[in-house]
Structure formats: structure tokens, C-alpha cells
């Protein structure tokens, strides 16, 4: 499913909540029930501040979890809410992390297409740094614990998913608990050695990858996704291509838009002798790591 700017909402709403997680990084939740409704997981929303023009443009978050609004026993439960998880590092960040609830914001979306849904016995989530965001909805999706999307998407669709997830240190780690509690296996590295040897995410990865094959379990029965630093996507796509492990990869390129038409987030996508530039916004930001042109 892929969201174009003819089908997307703009809204100002109020902050439910916007809290701390981990160092530098926040966890921001809106009231907005349509958009909760539409939203799938792998889709992003641009955000803004509605009160200064500095910066102008919005800044591009993907969708970390949601509840759509829906009724109980005849009594509408008001949830119609959507997370964002988001590091502060740049002006547009540092002026949403003390926001307190009922300030304003403003947001665009649900923009983009969104994560594959093909039956898999593994589905393995690899997130770097602030990478994890994507995942939550989606392990939510694939163990079946909620639908997503209008009309929903079938959900229940991996027997099992894992998350390989690297940070520099173990105050960067966001949502672990949050991912355990939701079914997910979590193995951890640290760049510093803070938990467990000092070791790259792709470490954990090639692991996972040769205890399945020790276990005996097929290559096709094993579904990739990644997001995080670009070195380390790349990484992760060599790692799949080698194993015969069909790898999906959100992309992070910078946007200014959202809506594809400024044509800043473009990145190389097809085969090294036939590639085009793909607008991340629009044909993204997920794809196939097979098609991307890293250099």
C-alpha cells in the first residue's frame, strides 16, 4: 500500500504525550483518528511546528506504534492515536522535545508504502541506532496482535520475529521492554561493550543467520527488514544477498516535502547497468535492498 500526497491528511491536533525513553530520544503521541485508521506499518508522517516558521519545512517520522479509534460495547473508546519516535539533534527536533501535552503540532500523512505482509516463518527486524522505529507496528502486524490500515491488512502473517538491534551504548536502547512484551526475541549489541562484547549489529545478524541453518531452516522460510545508519543497511543487504535471505530496507534519506516534489530524497534504484533515481518519499521508503544502488 502506498500513500500519494492526493490521498494524505494535514492536520493540527494536540500532543497526547511527549516523553523521554532513552538518551536524546523522545517518544511523541498525537490524537488522530483518521489517520490512525489509514496508517500501516513501514509509512512515515511529516511534522511541524504550527506556532514559528523556523525551520519552514517538516521533518519526516515513521510511524513507531498506534490505536485506532474504535467502539466497545456500544461506547466510543476515543484512542485514534499514532507514536512517533524521534532523536533531538536538529532545530525542528529540539523545539518539539519540551513541548507538554495539549501543545500543538502539525503533521501530514500517512505518506509512503509500507512493509511486505508474505507469510514467513522468521521475519528478523535489524534496526541501527534510531532505526528500531519502524518495527514496533510491524512486529505488532506479523504475530498478529493488530490490524492496520483501511481496509486492514492481514496480520498474523510470521511465526516468529526477532529484532537484532545496535546502538553506540546502552542509554541509547528505546522500547526494548516494549518489543518483549509484544512477542518479540531481542538480542542486543553495543558498539561500547556496555551490554554484552563490544560488537556490530551485523555480528548479531550473521549469528541468527547461522543458528537457523544449523537448526535447518531454509533460507526462503527467512524475511529481512533493516533501517538505520546507511553504511549498515548496506551491510545488512551484502549479508542477505549472500545468504539468499530476501531483505527489505527503510530508507532514512532526508526529506523536505514528504510528497515527492522536490525531489531531495531521491536514492539509485534498480540494477547496476539500468538504475533511476526513486523518490523515497513516494516509491519509499521501503524497498527491496536488491535494488538499491548504494554508490
Known amino acids: ?31 488522530v483518528p483518521e489517520m490512525a485508521r489509514r ?23 515513521a510511524l513507531y506504534d498506534s490505536q485506532p479509534a474504535h467502539e466497545m460495547a456500544g461506547d ?49 527486524m535489524v534496526a541501527g541506532g534510531i532505526g528500531q522505529t519502524p518495527f514496533m507496528a510491524l512486529a505488532k502486524e506479523a504475530l498478529g496482535k493488530q490490524t492496520f490500515g483501511s481496509p486492514a491488512r492481514g496480520g498474523g502473517y510470521a511465526e516468529r520475529v526477532s529484532l537484532c538491534y545496535g546502538v553506540r551504548g546502552a542509554e541509547y536502547l528505546a522500547g526494548v521492554e516494549q518489543f518483549k512484551k509484544a512477542g518479540v526475541e531481542v538480542a542486543i549489541a553495543t558498539e561500547d561493550g556496555s551490554i554484552g562484547p563490544p560488537q556490530r549489529v551485523t555480528q548479531l545478524l550473521a549469528d541468527l543467520l ?5 537448526e535447518g531452516l531454509q533460507e526462503s ?36 516535502c514528504g510528497i515527492g516534489i522536490c525531489f531531495t530524497c531521491v536514492a539509485k534504484v534498480g540494477t547496476a547497468d539500468d538504475w533511476d533515481y526513486k523518490r523515497t518519499c513516494v516509491e ?12
Open 284 to 295: 519509499g521508503p521501503v524497498f527491496d535492498a536488491a535494488d538499491i544502488q548504494w554508490h
Open 76 to 124: 466510543t473508546n476515543v484512542a485514534g492515536w499514532i507514536d512517533v519516535v524521534y532523536v533531538v539533534k536538529g532545530k525542528l527536533t529540539r523545539s518539539l522535545a519540551p513541548l507538554k501535552a495539549g501543545a500543538p503540532v502539525a503533521l501530514w500523512g500517512p505518506l509512503g508504502n509500507g512493509f511486505a505482509t508474505t507469510p514467513v516463518q522468521h521475519l528478523v
Open 39 to 61: 496508517v500501516v506499518p513501514g509509512q512515515f508522517f511529516m511534522f511541524r511546528n504550527p506556532t514559528g516558521n523556523d525551520p519552514l519545512i517538516g521533518r519526516a517520522f
Open 1 to 31: 500500500m502506498t500513500t500519494f500526497a492526493d490521498q494524505a491528511l494535514s492536520v493540527t491536533t494536540e500532543i497526547v504525550h511527549n516523553e523521554c525513553i532513552a538518551k536524546d530520544t523522545m517518544r511523541l503521541r498525537v490524537a
Open 221 to 256: 522460510a527467512v524475511r529481512i527488514v533493516c533501517c538505520g545508519p546507511e553504511p549498515m543497511m548496506e551491510a545488512v543487504a551484502a549479508l542477505a544477498r549472500q545468504r539468499s535471505v530476501a531483505c527489505q530496507v527503510s530508507l532514512e534519506t532526508p526529506m523536505a
Open 210 to 214: 547461522d543458528r537457523q541453518t544449523a
